[in-house]
């Protein structure tokens, strides 16, 4: 296969952490731009309205109460590597990184900044590569309330040869709803 250096170089770039400057701003404006330099989307606090632009966003704001809310990379080119962006963002109600290539368990020991204060209920994992391993991680995501892993090919298979990580996401996530394939849903809010 033909790998285009440009795409390779940018996805580098856009995922690389700037530590200096996550000090100077705080956590949720360099998330965001993150996002939006990578292809997502995002919106934040104080408004119903995404953000899909890097250039849309506002450059002079750095206001505790303007918080990353809402963030949508379905289809982008984030990478666990970069996902030290969202280490410490605590105000995070709902993440897609649905069908990013990617995202893999890597990815995951960066989500609990908004798990662990309770504000993130929704994530979408679909299509992305992570593995039974990772389920380890999103079974300690107790504020979830609707969990997307359906469609990672490294997955596929999951229920058959892993029941014993069924019973654990059952276990330890027993509000929360997760869609494991297109066609079955491990359990429903009570």
Not at 19 to 40: F, H, S, V
Request: hydrophobic content about 40%; charged content about 25%.
């Amino acid at each position: 296969a033909v790998v285009s250096t440009q795409s390779t170089g940018r996805r580098w770039k856009n995922n690389r952490v700037d530590e200096q400057r996550l000090k100077y701003m705080g956590a949720d404006k360099p998330a965001a731009e993150w996002i939006l330099l990578n292809r997502g989307r995002v919106k934040m606090s104080g408004s119903n309205k995404w953000i899909t632009s890097f250039w849309d966003f506002p450059q002079d704001v750095f206001s505790d109460s303007f918080r990353l809310t809402h963030i949508d990379a379905s289809g982008s080119e984030v990478s666990s590597v970069g996902f030290r962006h969202i280490k410490n963002v605590p105000y995070i109600k709902a993440a897609s990184f649905a069908n990013c290539k990617y995202v893999d368990d890597a990815a995951l020991s960066h989500l609990h900044g908004s798990a662990d204060t309770g504000s993130l209920k929704v994530l979408n994992l679909c299509n992305t590569n992570i593995t039974p391993l990772a389920l380890h991680q999103l079974a300690e995501l107790h504020s979830l309330k609707h969990l997307d892993i359906s469609e990672c090919r490294l997955l596929a298979q999951m229920p058959a040869n892993h029941p014993e990580l069924i019973e654990l996401l059952k276990t330890k996530l027993p509000k929360c709803t997760v869609v494991i394939s297109s066609n079955k849903v491990l359990r429903e809010k009570a």
